[in-house]
C-alpha cells in the first residue's frame, strides 16, 4: 500500500440523539484529494449501497469529524467527541493528509445544523 493511501472508516451519522450510526470501511483512500472531494466522493458512494438502511443512505451529510486515529487515544464519547472541533473538524480545502487523515483513521460524517444543536444541548434519548 503506498504511504499516500489508506483505510479509512467513515461512520454515518444519522442522529446524535439516538445514538443512530453505521461505519463504512473505505480502502485506498488517496490522502492527497481534498477533503471536500472526498465528501463528495463519500456522499455518491452511500446511496447505492445495499447494506446500508435507506435513512442512511439519503441524509444530508455535510461535514466530517476525527473521531479516532491509529495508535491513538479513543473517545469515551460513543458517536463523537464534543471537544477540539478547531483540530478535529476538518476544513474543506484542506488535503486529507494535512487534515490528519492518516491509515486506519475513523471519522465522523454527519449533518453540522444536527451537531450544532446537540452540542448545544447533548442528551441523549434512548
Given at each position: 500500500?503506498?504511504?499516500?493511501?489508506?483505510?479509512?472508516?467513515?461512520?454515518l451519522?444519522?442522529?446524535?440523539?439516538h445514538?443512530?450510526f453505521?461505519?463504512?470501511?473505505?480502502?485506498?483512500?488517496?490522502?492527497?484529494q481534498?477533503?471536500k472531494?472526498?465528501?463528495?466522493?463519500?456522499?455518491?458512494d452511500?446511496?447505492?449501497?445495499?447494506?446500508?438502511?435507506?435513512?442512511?443512505?439519503?441524509?444530508k451529510?455535510?461535514?466530517?469529524?476525527?473521531?479516532?486515529?491509529?495508535?491513538?487515544?479513543?473517545?469515551?464519547?460513543?458517536?463523537?467527541?464534543?471537544?477540539?472541533?478547531?483540530?478535529?473538524?476538518?476544513?474543506?480545502?484542506a488535503?486529507?493528509?494535512?487534515?490528519?487523515?492518516?491509515?486506519e483513521?475513523?471519522?465522523?460524517?454527519?449533518?453540522?445544523?444536527?451537531?450544532?444543536?446537540?452540542?448545544?444541548?447533548?442528551?441523549?434519548?434512548?
Amino acid at each position: 500500500m503506498a504511504s499516500k493511501e489508506a483505510i479509512v472508516t467513515v461512520r454515518l451519522v444519522r442522529s446524535f440523539e439516538h445514538r443512530n450510526f453505521k461505519p463504512v470501511v473505505y480502502q485506498n483512500v488517496d490522502l492527497n484529494q481534498t477533503v471536500k472531494d472526498f465528501m463528495e466522493f463519500v456522499k455518491n458512494d452511500i446511496p447505492s449501497r445495499s447494506g446500508l438502511p435507506l435513512p442512511f443512505r439519503n441524509y444530508k451529510y455535510d461535514k466530517m469529524k476525527i473521531i479516532h486515529q491509529a495508535h491513538g487515544a479513543k473517545t469515551n464519547e460513543l458517536i463523537v467527541s464534543l471537544e477540539d472541533d478547531d483540530k478535529l473538524i476538518l476544513k474543506d480545502n484542506a488535503t486529507l493528509k494535512a487534515a490528519g487523515i492518516g491509515h486506519e483513521t475513523e471519522v465522523a460524517f454527519f449533518c453540522n445544523e444536527d451537531y450544532e444543536k446537540y452540542r448545544a444541548d447533548p442528551k441523549t434519548v434512548w
